[in-house]
């Protein structure tokens, strides 16, 4: 890549400057060219955790709607910051420019490193969104396990001032699947987890896959190659129609926020 390309980092919920530095801290655990630049941005309302078919709809409406207009907008790629793929699929069918996923981007890059692979996770309210990803991706056959420690996410502060108790558990969660189920790669559940990943990579005999990071080298990747997915499994909508989509979440976003001032 001569010119510097430009990727926009959907973070599925919709927070602060600090929320999302949590987010971007991600980019500390890859290594990644200098004509690169990747800009984080959270939606405008949407769900609290993602750990139902409730949240799943409102995953996909709210992170759409940010990326909606990332090609207009001079981006030259999307990342979606969730294991949901939330909103990948709709984005893939509006924009000619690479959108990537990392819970497909997991499951598959586990293939290229063993035959079979367990996620572990924090929550077991996520079990059903890795067991859809994976079944949309005919890999079923290929999971070995989902171990969940059960410990409820903070998708904002993530895993600050938690770490003696969540990392050592989620080590532990990792060995089971790979002694008991025969893991042989190990996913991390969640981008929120991502602050574990170094602890857990040095405490486990086979390989980690940290998924955030792993869809900023994807993109990298597809970049290079001048790459991006096919119109013929993503056909472009005859009749676009992104001012309601804008519409849907500005409505959403004036809720949100009459909401909060009414709680007070």
């Given at each position: 890549m001569s010119e510097e390309k430009r990727v926009l980092v959907i973070v599925p919920f919709a927070f602060d400057e600090s929320?999302?530095?949590n987010r971007e801290a991600q980019l500390e655990a890859v290594e990644l060219g200098g004509d690169i630049v990747f800009e984080f941005k959270g939606v405008k309302a949407g769900p609290a955790i993602l750990d139902s078919h409730h949240d799943a709809v409102l995953g996909d409406m709210a992170l759409f709607e940010v990326g909606i207009e990332a090609q207009n907008e001079g981006y030259d790629a999307v990342c979606i910051d969730t294991?949901?793929?939330?909103g990948v699929n709709a984005l893939r069918s509006v924009l000619d420019i690479p959108v990537i996923g990392p819970g497909r981007a997991?499951?598959?890059t586990a293939l290229m490193?063993?035959?079979?692979?367990?996620v572990v996770t924090q929550w077991d309210g996520w079990k059903p969104l890795y067991k859809k990803g994976?079944?949309?991706?005919?890999?079923?056959?290929?999971?070995?396990?989902?171990?969940?420690i059960n410990v409820l996410p903070?998708?904002?502060?993530?895993l600050g001032g938690k770490e003696e108790v969540v990392f050592p558990k989620l080590v532990s969660a990792a060995m089971a699947a790979i002694e008991e189920d025969g893991a042989e790669v190990i996913l991390l559940g969640s981008t929120t987890m991502h602050q574990a990943a170094g602890h857990i990579a040095e405490n486990i005999p086979v390989p980690l896959i940290n998924p955030g990071p792993l869809t900023y080298k994807l993109a990298e990747f597809y970049l290079g190659l001048g790459i991006s997915q096919s119109r013929k499994c993503y056909p472009s909508p005859a009749f676009p129609n992104n001012e309601m989509v804008h519409a849907m979440m500005d409505g959403a976003k004036a809720a949100a926020i009459n909401k909060a001032n009414f709680d007070k």
């Open positions: 929320g999302i530095g294991m949901s793929d939330s997991s499951y598959c490193l063993g035959d079979k692979f367990s994976v079944k949309e991706a005919g890999l079923e056959d290929k999971l070995a396990s989902i171990r969940s903070d998708p904002e502060n993530l």
